[in-house]
């Protein structure tokens, strides 16, 4: 028969299963005849039962991923944006490359504009203030600005609507 | 997912019985193994899947060390950011949960220890919603002044052992710690939040 001043520092490895053999027969013997060590292994296993169904009832917020994601710089929102820029620098350098080939090759039909396309944004360069007559580059070199200072306000919508969007895919 | 994702603790005192049933495989499986290394690439959906799937864990470990649901949150952000960041110098990706499980109670442990320095009491900071019916709100509250009262160290092991349902060398694992040492820290938390819920409700 073991004392109660024994077996009580055994009790949290008893209910956890980490006693051997022997050691656990002995808990045994005395949660068998003593009421106080009983009621007390009864009152950590309650305890243990009230933690693990409260620990249930935490919760992380739902938006945690988002948040993660946002803090890495890594948000579907972000990396829209990011893609969207891409794309619109992209349209302005083919969009740029256009108006130049065509204004170094007024006539000239698609199929060559395709097979010269290359040299033209080249030759453009320099055949530019020749190919057309100063007032109309002025009217061109307007109209680009014009066109130029639009998409760029519309492309700055577009990312802040993008970056206001909160729901992820 | 091993136990630390899952989250469900498997405590064998649910049970009834006095061994543990264990039943969860504590090893990650191929498809974590591949959400981990994908995330290491930096892929949004991979990071994404493994903040769902281990967002309980990190959220109540934190939650059960501070004791309040606002520093949990941000202890539970902090701890998904700083894992990320560093996950190229994870070297054995099976080790992944332990070593998240770590980095959580690590940033939970300092923000308490920086709270302290603030001289705040702990027991004032208990709030948020309550779940369930009027016993389980009561237990709940005196769960949470019973638990605030015990040290943060103590905390940490009722929150790995009864939370997460941790087995003892797992514990060790994650606070590196010998296992003696959760063996004793364990014991002594559970009389210490014994001895507080006692003197809360009143019973012996
Ligand atoms: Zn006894």
Known sequence: MQSCEFVEPMLSDYLDGQLGTDDEARVEAHLAVCARCRNLADALRSDERALVSWARTLTAPADMPLRVLKALGLSRQEVQSRRLAYVYFASLALGVALVLAAVSLPVASAATILLHFALAVVRALFALPWAVHAEWLVVLGGFSLVMLVLSLTGLRRALRWTRRGVVWR | ?204
């Not at chain 2, 290394?37 to 769902?52: L, M, N, S």
């Not at chain 2, 967002?55 to 539970?76: C, P």
């Open chain 2, 1 to 204: 997912m091993g136990r630390i994702a899952a989250a469900e603790s498997t405590a064998r005192l649910e049970e009834g019985g006095p061994t543990l049933a264990d039943g969860g495989d504590a090893r990650l499986e191929q498809a974590d193994l591949e959400l981990i290394r994908r995330a290491r690439q930096g892929d949004p959906q991979a990071i994404e899947t493994i903040v769902r799937n281990y967002q309980s864990f990190v959220y109540r470990t934190a939650y059960g060390i501070l004791q309040n649901a606002a520093d949990a949150e941000d202890a539970t952000q902090e701890a998904f950011i700083r894992a990320f960041r560093s996950l190229g110098r994870l070297r054995e990706d099976r080790t992944f949960p332990t070593w998240l499980a770590r980095i959580a109670v690590r940033i939970s442990l300092d923000m308490v220890q920086a709270k302290a320095r603030r001289a705040q009491d702990p027991t004032e900071e208990i709030h948020g919603s309550v779940a369930g019916g009027e016993d389980a709100a009561s237990l709940r509250i005196d769960l949470e002044r019973a638990l605030a009262k015990l040290s943060p160290e103590h905390r940490t092991v009722i929150v790995l052992r009864a939370f997460h349902g941790l087995e003892y060398d797992e514990i060790a694992e994650v606070l590196e710690i010998p296992i003696g040492t959760v063996r004793s820290r364990l014991h002594h938390a559970r009389m210490q939040l014994r001895m507080y819920l006692s003197g809360e409700r009143g019973d012996s």
